[in-house]
């Protein structure tokens, strides 16, 4: 019986917080193979997962080393490949079928041209439109658009996201630069007062931020009560500190939805982030690992710059210290 109860939950807890994929789908790459990340959901199979890439169960299944025989695991991560029938730099979707941003995180000391050489010889003019770029000036962290998922339109989730014809600007991803930190709505009033008082009252702009971590004591964002859900579901707990940064990122500054990059825990898993610097706290949504490279050596998580405005992260440091807290599946 007891055995029973914690399959529920298990199943429960993914259910809710893997529904569904991260909203940006980041290319990964592996001895010049370039693939997607998917979370198995519950009575997913390698057809329903084809369906959702649009790519044959028979491609997904040698890919990851398994055959269409193994059964898949709730929270199993399958490596989705990239290929001709599936992927696209160039054209206009057939009429049943929509184009999906992929997007790859830039590293240190990468420019266009080598980006587009490693991703099937995309054009720097190509790369320039589908991100909206005024110039080759791209930064350590950013995410760029290096092509398209194919997908069905009436058999994919993914296509709500999808465009019709490859010929500029995703408008809802273009890149952007790090705006002030703003506080979200519900600090909002808080937030005001430092700006009309930090020139001449120094003490009065303390306590004005003493009041605003105050008002963060619980933490915010959108994936809050999500991670409650998941940590009422077990009783294994993890909480972990170290170095964490920042990666450019859309996402967050109205709907509060923050994202982050960290090793060794499920993707589409929430955490629970606290700013070590201010006790000031965030809910994130895990999208990935953190990506190979030397200015990812040591850290502990990156996380997107809105969340890290609500976390008053100093942006003119680098690193910041992090604290991370989030649920497992008990053993």
Known sequence: MMK???CILFSSFFVLALKAQPSDLIVQSEMGRHYLNHTVEAKENFYSVGRLYNISPKEIAPFN???LNSGLEIGQVLKIPLMPENFSQHGTAAADEVFVPLYHLV???EGLYRIGQNFYKASVNDLKTWNNLSSETISSGQMLIVGFLRVKSGQSALAA??????NGAI???T???????ASQPENRAVAATPKTVEAATPKVVETARTASVQNNAEGTGYFKSSYRDQSASFDS???EMGEGAVFKSTSGWQDAKYY???NNITPGTIVRITNSNNNRIIFAKVLGELPPGRENEGLLIRISNAAAAELKVDDKAPKFSAEVAYAKAGR
């Open 4 to 6: 029973k109860l914690v």
């Open 65 to 67: 080393n398994l055959t």
């Open 107 to 109: 590293t240190q000391k």
């Open 161 to 166: 996201k999808g465009v019709k014809r490859i």
């Open 171 to 173: 408008a809802s991803r």
């Open 175 to 181: 890149p952007v630069v790090t705006p002030p930190p």
């Open 237 to 239: 707990f993890r909480n």
């Open 260 to 262: 982050a990059l960290m």
